[in-house]
């Protein structure tokens, strides 16, 4: 990948660029960096590049020298980014974005900015680091070629650290140690001196879990559950009496499970005839499926499984009193670790009375007017599972 800085002060974000990570992944080829002088695309002896604003305010850098740094590109595709107070708050996917381009192209401002006719033209997105203002865009720059370079292969050079990072996965990162074990009587924590990498993983997943929803309770609805529970993820059905129907409509939902990792599609029906039908997935989605005469037995092995009573939610698609929110729920299930076990009545079903014995029930999924929307069951499974168990 290609950056190209375009600055008034090329000697400060040169020397930034020499050094550390970044400037080793220059050396060796994994990133080619570029700095600009944006005085060498000016005109006159004094190499002007700012004016005065129309109507008062102070200096702009002007929109020629800018619009000549970019043209001097011409026959490249270049992706041209403008750091800037209004810009849009720079986040994790953004910078996910930025790092599949192949020629980012890094605009510093100073004094209140650049010429609006510039940005118009030329600009193909403008990025804030916060609601806050500095005097240029030089440290802006940095801080967006340091975190999109940090994905490229071969930049960072334990590759795993970054997947580990906050926000990669959703979270906020687990906390750290180094020696010496005991500092000013502070020691670090015990399982991490004990040697067993399956009780370490497990205490990183809590501690990243606490302290998301501790500071950063916005961050825990865009991220995904699946790399934190110590616990499987499972849907129970209950069929109607259609089974024609309802074999298309459970072979879609095993594979809906299949792709966001729930760990078993359960049916509970009290006919053995239909729970023959229902499990013979014609495409192999069957292998997903497991089958039992009731509600009671469908839970009674779920706990089993997992060592431990589920968290019981049900899914419905009519409005009901004491409802929880998706994003409530979510947080819930994070602090808990239990299972999950989503029980869900399809078009007909019979079982009515067992749902009442769930822990919980899910708001209905509503459309954009706030009207609930007529889903099928698969729609409404694949919309609930992608909120909790979907990539960030």
């Known amino acids: 990948m290609r950056f190209t800085v375009v600055t008034a002060f090329p000697d400060f974000v040169a020397s930034f660029l020499s050094t550390s990570v970044i400037g080793r992944a220059a050396s060796t080829g994994a990133l080619d960096v ?13 190499r002007q590049i700012d004016d005065y604003a129309y109507g008062g305010g102070g200096m702009l850098l002007m929109a020629e020298p800018l619009a000549r740094a970019v043209e001097a590109l011409a026959g490249e595709e270049v992706f041209v980014v403008y750091p800037s107070p209004q810009g849009a708050v720079l986040h994790q996917e953004m910078v996910e974005s930025l790092a599949g381009k192949e020629h980012l192209v890094i605009l510093c401002g100073h004094y209140e900015g650049v010429d609006e006719r510039f940005i118009e033209a030329s600009v193909d997105l403008e990025v804030s680091l916060g609601d806050f203002v500095l005097t240029g865009g030089e440290l802006p720059a940095l801080v967006l070629i340091d975190a999109v370079a940090r994905l490229l292969p071969g930049v960072v050079g334990r590759e ?16 750290h140690y180094t020696r010496p ?11 991490l001196l004990g040697g ?11 501690e990243a879990v606490r302290r998301t929803v501790r500071r950063r309770p916005d961050v825990v609805a865009r991220a995904g559950m699946a790399p934190y529970l110590s616990h499987g ?4 059905c209950f069929p109607g009496e259609d089974g024609a129907v309802q074999a298309l409509e459970m072979e879609v939902m095993a594979r809906t499970c299949q792709a966001y990792g729930a760990r078993r599609l359960l049916v509970a029906s009290p006919s053995a005839e239909l729970r023959r039908n229902l499990v013979g997935g014609s495409d192999g989605s069957s292998r997903a499926v497991k089958a039992f005469p009731s509600f009671a037995k469908a839970l009674q092995w779920v706990k089993a499984k997992e060592k431990t009573a589920p968290r019981v939610v049900s899914l419905r698609r009519e409005p009901t009193a004491g409802a929880l929110h998706w994003s409530q729920l979510k947080r819930e299930l994070l602090e808990q670790d239990l299972p999950l076990l989503l029980v869900l009545a399809m078009s007909g079903g019979t079982e009515e009375r067992e749902k009442d014995r769930c822990d919980a029930v899910l708001q209905p999924i509503r459309g954009g007017d706030g009207t609930v929307g007529d889903l099928s069951p698969s729609a409404l499974l694949s919309v ?3 909120r909790f168990l979907g990539w960030r």
């Open 384 to 386: 609930v599972l992608d």
């Open 160 to 175: 795993e650290a970054v997947r580990e990072d906050s926000f990669y996965r959703g979270m906020l990162d687990t906390p």
């Open 34 to 46: 570029d700095v600009v002088d944006l005085r060498d695309f000016a005109d006159g002896d004094y």
């Open 181 to 191: 074990a005991l500092w000013r009587d502070r020691p670090v924590p015990e399982v």
């Open 233 to 236: 993820v499972y849907v129970l």
């Open 196 to 206: 067993n990498h399956e009780a370490v993983a497990r205490w990183r997943r809590r």
